[in-house]
């Protein structure tokens, strides 16, 4: 559930991407996202998973692939539970 919701907040931000992503999938520069379009998805994911990238410096390692960033959110999840 996390990864297809994420999948669709990328799309939402980045309009011109229409392909699944892989778990491996370094999106970011895959789809060529200029740094506000990041910080768009970021206040995105924050909005609809609870979840705030960005707090702790080890966060932004969190972007380094679709599949890890998608894991980052659901670990984030279970710690506010």
């Known amino acids: 559930m996390v990864k297809d ?3 669709e907040l990328i799309f939402e931000t980045k309009k011109s ?3 699944p992503l892989a778990d491996d999938c370094h999106f970011i520069n895959v789809l060529g996202m200029k740094s506000l379009e990041v910080v768009t998805l970021i206040d995105l994911i924050r909005e609809k998973f ?3 990238l960005g707090e702790e410096p ?5 972007l380094l692939s679709f ?3 998608a894991s980052w959110i ?3 999840q279970q710690a506010v539970k």
Not at 58 to 62: M, S
């Open 5 to 7: 919701t994420l999948m």
């Open 17 to 19: 991407a229409q392909q």
């Open 50 to 52: 609870g979840v705030t």
């Open 58 to 62: 080890e966060d932004l390692e969190a």
């Open 67 to 69: 599949g890890t960033l």
């Open 74 to 76: 659901e670990r984030k």
